[in-house]
């Protein structure tokens, strides 16, 4: 709805310009603005209900969490309409009081995304300390980092994150296999739903 009315501001400018339609202007950008402030207060509820998403038992053999799929087919989704949630997530405020050209152009939907996975990894993190089995922990950890990489790495997401992003959490990943592989190298990997190591 929000893109509709953002489609028709210029028109609607157009069409009751001068004295005679300021009330028409100034009513529609409130209407404008307040679905803007709600959808914003909506998008940031996402990562307050991850962080509070709280779990007594370990995910079973250390596999994906419903969770992580969640949340990444979330994002992906919500990439699709970017650049209008740049604008939603961009006060006024932060316009004017932003002197830098990178951060213009990288926006602040992009914060929002890089927030977003920040609250999961710290969640997983949390559930992997669930685990009895050391072994099960970094498993947890590989295979859900590995799934967050790889939907990152074959979206339209990835232009939010870079490759700087991408190289230190396939380091993360591999840490895990390394670490996996010192405290266990007599249980075969098939024992649990380990993925493999290449994205």
Do not use: C
């Amino acid at each position: 709805m929000y893109e509709v009315l953002a489609d028709l501001l210029q028109i609607v400018n157009t069409l009751f310009a001068g004295d005679a339609g300021l009330f028409i202007r100034t009513e529609f950008n409130k209407l404008l603005n307040k679905l803007g402030h709600t959808a914003k207060l909506s998008f940031l509820d996402l990562g307050n209900k991850v962080s509070s998403n709280h779990s007594t038992v370990p995910f079973a053999r250390g596999g994906i969490t419903q969770l992580t799929k969640y949340v990444m087919n979330y994002g992906i989704l919500l990439e699709s309409f970017g650049d209008t949630l740049n604008v939603i997530f961009t006060d006024e405020s932060d316009i004017r009081s932003s002197n830098s050209l990178e951060q213009e152009i990288s926006g602040h939907f992009s914060h929002y995304l890089h927030t977003l996975i920040s609250i999961l990894e710290a969640k997983l993190e949390e559930r992997s300390n669930l685990y009895v089995d050391n072994s099960l922990r970094h498993i947890f950890m590989m295979n859900n980092i590995h799934y967050i990489v790889k939907k990152i790495k074959h979206s339209k997401m990835r232009k939010y994150f870079g490759d700087e992003w991408m190289k230190e959490h396939i380091v993360k990943y591999k840490q895990h296999a390394r670490t996996y592989e010192s405290v266990n190298v007599t249980r075969p990997t098939s024992e649990f739903g380990i993925l493999p190591v290449n994205l």
